[in-house]
């Protein structure tokens, strides 16, 4: 019933762009605080991005600060990822996960996951 569906995943040049989506079905996205998290080989799961309920306020890691750029559009029940400036180190499956928090983006935990997108930065 409650589902999270993530998009947009491929394969891309270094320097290239990508836009993922997530989109929910069952529950109202904006109930929760998004949060985008990717898991590559050989390293640990990392959080890269979140934004608010409202889109007010949002969340980056060092990793990704100045080249991701998170956004919601809660009459689509859709948060986005948008990706620029890809580096290889880049490359693992990214995931959409509820946030714990009730409104804001925390330390909390998820409650809700997508199945994943892969992206892949080659040349």
């Known amino acids: 019933q409650v589902q999270l569906v993530e998009s947009g995943g491929d394969l891309v040049q270094p320097g290239g762009s990508l836009r993922l989506s997530c989109t929910a079905s069952?529950?109202?996205?904006?109930?929760?605080?998004i949060n985008w998290v990717r898991q590559a080989p050989g390293k640990e799961r990392e959080k890269v991005s979140c934004?608010?309920?409202?889109?007010?306020?949002?969340y980056y890691s060092d990793s990704v600060k100045g080249r991701f750029t998170i956004s919601r559009d809660n009459a689509k029940n859709t948060v986005y990822l948008q990706m620029n400036s890809l580096k290889p180190e880049d490359t693992a499956v990214y995931y959409c996960?509820?946030?714990?928090?009730?409104?804001?983006?925390?330390?909390?935990?998820?409650?809700?996951w997508g199945q994943g997108t892969q992206v892949t930065v080659s040349s």
């Open positions: 069952g529950f109202t996205l904006d109930w929760y605080a």
């Open positions: 934004i608010s309920r409202s889109g007010d306020s949002t």
């Open positions: 996960a509820t946030d714990r928090s009730p409104y804001h983006c925390s330390n909390y935990g998820y409650d809700y």
